[in-house]
């Protein structure tokens, strides 16, 4: 019932950009805190970018702050990761998530989101 569907990845050159997609249904999308989380091969899931439910306050890790804008689009159900001054440390596969919450509030830890989508890979070449 609950789908998160991510999309925009691909193969890109270093210094490129690239803008992600994730588009969610049956949940209570403008009550939902959102996240962006990448996984390198062989390598743990790690926290990229959360947004709270309005959108008003956003978080990042220190390695794509500055690079790296998260969004979203109430009104679309959507939420966006705009890339750019991509590096090859950046290729992974992208995850969205989300978690309901009561309160504009951001999350940083995979075990805060209960909601997960398929991811789109991203590949940075050099």
């Known amino acids: 019932q609950v789908q998160l569907v991510e999309s925009g990845g691909g193969l890109v050159q270093a210094g490129g950009s690239l803008r992600l997609s994730c588009a969610a249904s049956?949940?209570?999308?403008?009550?939902?805190?959102m996240g962006w989380f990448r996984q390198a091969p062989g390598k743990e899931r790690e926290f990229v970018a959360a947004?709270?439910?309005?959108?008003?306050?956003?978080y990042y890790t220190d390695s794509v702050k500055g690079r790296f804008t998260i969004s979203r689009d109430n009104a679309k159900n959507t939420v966006y990761l705009q890339m750019n001054s991509l590096m090859p440390e950046d290729t992974a596969v992208y995850y969205c998530?989300?978690?309901?919450?009561?309160?504009?509030?951001?999350?940083?830890?995979?075990?805060?989101?209960?909601?997960w989508g398929q991811g789109t890979e991203v590949t940075v070449s050099s």
């Open positions: 947004i709270t439910w309005s959108g008003g306050r956003t």
């Open positions: 998530a989300a978690r309901l919450s009561y309160s504009d509030t951001y999350y940083l830890l995979r075990n805060d989101y209960p909601y």
């Open positions: 049956g949940l209570a999308f403008s009550r939902c805190a």
